[in-house]
């Protein structure tokens, strides 16, 4: 592959940006939920040229454990790259930047989960990225709200995460890696929709106040639009399983959860 | 008040259901007066309670559950049990054993042993006890686990036992349905095993369909009417039209392979026979190896008689 050259502009003369966008556009964003068999529950998420898996199991047994927190589950993410996610073979060590990522991905998860429900357990989130192109951070927060949400772990609501930035000084949503590496700036954020509390927010680059107030506002526009994508995947991928139209429900389907029968096996 | 849902409507977490006085249960939670959904699953009034029926979701102990477990330590006098879900319960020997009770409590149930118990006690604070005081509660020999999701077992069971006792009257089996996901199923022979198998896993896939229980039941009506094609052309001897009910001497009293420990230790895969597409990947089937062995012995009779 070529060595990558520094773009001459990142914003056009028209207000465009390189790939074609207005600033306060996404990359087409694409959600599939249940997507592995193996786990619990699935979801991966292509923005862009950006494709990643979330995976999650749980809650169950922690080990090693020592970790057991008595009160609540503990949250273990581990977010790793693939060595080919990028241009560069990334090392398959586990890298200090992957580390923090995982913190702050849990952290941005945590308070919309209900762990309390799930004392001593564990939830465990595998984001596994197969292709990087800026963003990753928020993406993974994306499909691993999806993929928690079809593991059944009760939550208040979908986290849905983007990353607001400036390029050329305008402000720009959901930066693709060229942006991300030549810009001015990068917010990443992920909020909870139901009540707009924040619960990622990071910033390099420099800003000034007004500027990040209006990113900020910027990004939470943008995370209701993601949210409404992360509704819909979820609606789609449980649409089949939903009952008919036509349907007064005679049937079974409620029965007393408690009331466990013996049934056979007399002696 | 109002209600934002229609009956039995799809429902994704955060999504607000109802606004007023009623109650949150299961599967939601209630924030100013508000009640939002907290899970993926089916919304339902009853009353004025609101609950999401899961789709997913693991199996959390509740007391007074029937449960399938496997025991997985003997620790002085009590067991670990495995129960399936985060937690692993514990069963000590005053609730399972007679007193006098040998010291060496490995000898009523040692490890890998699957018994069918009642979650007495379980709390945020301790772990799930169990009780093996009951009926029907005890060792489990003979037959297989099956593993299906544990929110789809209400649907198993159906209203008041609808289900499951329509399946058991036909197929003639015993089986024992524990909340936990687990089913234990002992059949005369491995083709009825097998409809019953099937039976299960269409309930698992198709959970939230209506009139559910009659397409099991017309499922395992021509199953059956499949065996017994079978089994007239293999004896030739046995009336071309048979009725219905009741089934043949050779399905009702199977020749149980005497002294055989068909216990779940000796977990094999069972490969379904007629190779059926529609069958979940991922189900894990657990079933005794002497199967095989036991089909061929009854295949045998069948031809003598």
């Not at chain 2, 670990?80 to 399972?96: E, M, Q, R, T």
């Not at chain 2, 065996?227 to 009725?243: D, F, H, L, Y």
């Given at each position: 592959?070529?060595?990558?050259?520094?773009?001459?502009?990142?914003?056009?003369?028209?207000?465009?940006?390189?790939?074609?966008?207005?600033?306060?556009?996404?990359?087409?964003?694409?959600?599939?939920?249940?997507?592995?068999?193996?786990?619990?529950?699935?979801?991966?998420?292509?923005?862009?040229?950006?494709?990643?898996?979330?995976?999650?199991?749980?809650?169950?047994?922690?080990?090693?454990?020592?970790?057991?927190?008595?009160?609540?589950?503990?949250?273990?993410?581990?977010?790793?790259?693939?060595?080919?996610?990028?241009?560069?073979?990334?090392?398959?060590?586990?890298?200090?930047?992957?580390?923090?990522?995982?913190?702050?991905?849990?952290?941005?998860?945590?308070?919309?989960?209900?762990?309390?429900?799930?004392?001593?357990?564990?939830?465990?989130?595998?984001?596994?990225?197969?292709?990087?192109?800026?963003?990753?951070?928020?993406?993974?927060?994306?499909?691993?709200?999806?993929?928690?949400?079809?593991?059944?772990?009760?939550?208040?609501?979908?986290?849905?995460?983007?990353?607001?930035?400036?390029?050329?000084?305008?402000?720009?949503?959901?930066?693709?890696?060229?942006?991300?590496?030549?810009?001015?700036?990068?917010?990443?954020?992920?909020?909870?929709?139901?009540?707009?509390?924040?619960?990622?927010?990071?910033?390099?680059?420099?800003?000034?106040?007004?500027?990040?107030?209006?990113?900020?506002?910027?990004?939470?526009?943008?995370?209701?639009?993601?949210?409404?994508?992360?509704?819909?995947?979820?609606?789609?991928?449980?649409?089949?399983?939903?009952?008919?139209?036509?349907?007064?429900?005679?049937?079974?389907?409620?029965?007393?959860?408690?009331?466990?029968?013996?049934?056979?096996?007399?002696? | 008040?109002?209600?934002?849902?229609?009956?039995?409507?799809?429902?994704?977490?955060?999504?607000?259901?109802?606004?007023?006085?009623?109650?949150?249960?299961?599967?939601?939670?209630?924030?100013?007066?508000?009640?939002?959904?907290?899970?993926?699953?089916?919304?339902?009034?009853?009353?004025?309670?609101?609950?999401?029926?899961?789709?997913?979701?693991?199996?959390?102990?509740?007391?007074?559950?029937?449960?399938?477990?496997?025991?997985?330590?003997?620790?002085?006098?009590?067991?670990?049990?495995?129960?399936?879900?985060?937690?692993?319960?514990?069963?000590?020997?005053?609730?399972?054993?007679?007193?006098?009770?040998?010291?060496?409590?490995?000898?009523?149930?040692?490890?890998?042993?699957?018994?069918?118990?009642?979650?007495?006690?379980?709390?945020?604070?301790?772990?799930?006890?169990?009780?093996?005081?009951?009926?029907?509660?005890?060792?489990?020999?003979?037959?297989?686990?099956?593993?299906?999701?544990?929110?789809?077992?209400?649907?198993?069971?159906?209203?008041?036992?609808?289900?499951?006792?329509?399946?058991?009257?036909?197929?003639?089996?015993?089986?024992?349905?524990?909340?936990?996901?687990?089913?234990?199923?002992?059949?005369?022979?491995?083709?009825?095993?097998?409809?019953?198998?099937?039976?299960?896993?269409?309930?698992?896939?198709?959970?939230?369909?209506?009139?559910?229980?009659?397409?099991?039941?017309?499922?395992?009506?021509?199953?059956?009417?499949?065996?017994?094609?079978?089994?007239?052309?293999?004896?030739?001897?046995?009336?071309?039209?048979?009725?219905?009910?009741?089934?043949?001497?050779?399905?009702?009293?199977?020749?149980?392979?005497?002294?055989?420990?068909?216990?779940?230790?000796?977990?094999?895969?069972?490969?379904?026979?007629?190779?059926?597409?529609?069958?979940?990947p991922e189900a894990k089937i657990e079933a005794p190896v002497e199967e095989d062995k036991e089909q061929t012995e009854e295949e045998k009779e069948e031809?003598?008689?």
């Amino acid at each position: 592959m070529s060595p990558e050259v520094k773009p001459d502009f990142l914003i056009n003369a028209e207000g465009l940006r390189i790939d074609g966008r207005r600033p306060d556009e996404l990359r087409p964003i694409e959600f599939k939920v249940g997507v592995l068999k193996q786990a619990d529950g699935s979801a991966y998420i292509k923005q862009g040229k950006t494709f990643i898996i979330a995976a999650v199991y749980g809650p169950r047994e922690l080990h090693p454990r020592h970790l057991t927190l008595s009160d609540r589950a503990y949250l273990r993410v581990v977010y790793r790259m693939a060595t080919f996610s990028v241009p560069d073979r990334k090392k398959p060590a586990p890298s200090r930047r992957e580390r923090e990522i995982s913190m702050v991905i849990a952290n941005a998860l945590k308070p919309a989960l209900f762990l309390e429900d799930f004392p001593k357990a564990v939830v465990d989130i595998f984001i596994q990225v197969i292709q990087a192109d800026g963003g990753t951070r928020c993406a993974a927060i994306n499909a691993a709200s999806l993929a928690l949400a079809d593991a059944g772990v009760p939550m208040k609501c979908l986290v849905p995460a983007v990353a607001v930035g400036k390029a050329d000084g305008t402000l720009i949503v959901d930066l693709g890696d060229q942006e991300d590496k030549y810009g001015e700036g990068d917010v990443p954020m992920a909020i909870m929709p139901l009540t707009d509390e924040i619960t990622l927010l990071q910033q390099d680059g420099s800003f000034t106040r007004e500027e990040l107030l209006e990113a900020m506002q910027m990004g939470i526009q943008a995370c209701k639009y993601i949210h409404e994508l992360q509704k819909d995947a979820l609606m789609k991928a449980y649409a089949t399983k939903a009952p008919s139209e036509d349907d007064d429900f005679d049937d079974d389907m409620e029965t007393d959860l408690g009331e466990a029968e013996i049934i056979g096996e007399e002696d | 008040m109002a209600i934002y849902f229609q009956k039995r409507e799809i429902v994704v977490p955060g999504q607000l259901l109802a606004e007023g006085r009623y109650r949150s249960s299961i599967g939601t939670y209630s924030k100013d007066g508000k009640i939002y959904a907290s899970l993926i699953g089916l919304a339902e009034l009853r009353g004025n309670t609101i609950k999401v029926v899961p789709l997913e979701g693991v199996y959390i102990p509740r007391e007074g559950d029937l449960v399938i477990g496997i025991i997985t330590l003997v620790a002085g006098n009590n067991w670990k049990v495995d129960i399936g879900g985060p937690y692993g319960a514990s069963l000590h020997a005053n609730n399972a054993l007679r007193r006098p009770y040998d010291e060496d409590i490995s000898k009523y149930f040692d490890v890998g042993d699957v018994i069918a118990a009642e979650v007495i006690a379980f709390d945020r604070v301790s772990g799930p006890f169990l009780t093996m005081r009951g009926r029907g509660l005890q060792k489990l020999r003979d037959g297989m686990i099956l593993n299906v999701s544990p929110s789809k077992i209400p649907r198993i069971i159906g209203r008041r036992g609808s289900m499951i006792n329509m399946i058991k009257d036909k197929l003639r089996i015993y089986t024992i349905v524990g909340q936990n996901g687990r089913i234990w199923i002992k059949a005369p022979n491995t083709k009825i095993l097998r409809i019953a198998i099937k039976a299960f896993k269409m309930i698992e896939r198709e959970a939230h369909t209506s009139k559910l229980t009659d397409r099991v039941a017309a499922m395992i009506d021509e199953e059956l009417t499949k065996i017994r094609g079978e089994q007239t052309e293999v004896s030739g001897a046995v009336p071309e039209e048979k009725p219905e009910e009741p089934p043949t001497e050779a399905e009702e009293k199977a020749p149980e392979p005497e002294g055989s420990i068909v216990e779940e230790e000796t977990p094999a895969k069972v490969e379904e026979p007629e190779s059926k597409s529609d069958e979940a990947p991922e189900a894990k089937i657990e079933a005794p190896v002497e199967e095989d062995k036991e089909q061929t012995e009854e295949e045998k009779e069948e031809v003598k008689e």
